[in-house]
């Protein structure tokens, strides 16, 4: 994580969120019906989601951040396009 963490600290506007917890992981997990790559946990007990200018990475956030909420933007995508493999996140 400490290259991702470098990567990210040259980017301008950066703003990086609370870690998630493991149990709002395993809850996104559950919500989604799908288990998250280890990669993809690391980042989020890490960073909890991260944006920089106009770009964001879907994460666990707080409510006010639903838009880049990986459960919410996951199931939106999923029903927009139905042929994506479900567990694709």
């Known amino acids: 994580m400490n290259g991702l963490r ?3 600290e040259q980017k301008k506007f950066l703003y990086i969120g609370e870690p998630a917890t493991l149990d709002s992981i395993r ?3 559950q919500s989604l019906n799908l288990v998250f790559a280890d990669d993809y946990v ?4 890490e960073f909890g989601y991260v944006s ?3 770009h964001e990475l879907t ?3 707080p ?3 639903n838009m880049i909420s990986v459960v919410k933007i996951t199931e939106e995508n999923l029903e927009i396009h139905p042929q994506v493999p ?4």
Do not use: H
């Not at 690391?42 to 007990?45: G, I, V």
């Open 6 to 8: 470098s990567l990210l």
């Open 27 to 29: 809850m996104a997990e």
């Open 42 to 45: 690391d980042y989020l007990k």
């Open 52 to 54: 920089y200018y106009g």
């Open 59 to 61: 994460g666990i956030v």
């Open 63 to 65: 409510d006010k951040l």
């Open 86 to 89: 479900r567990d694709f996140y």
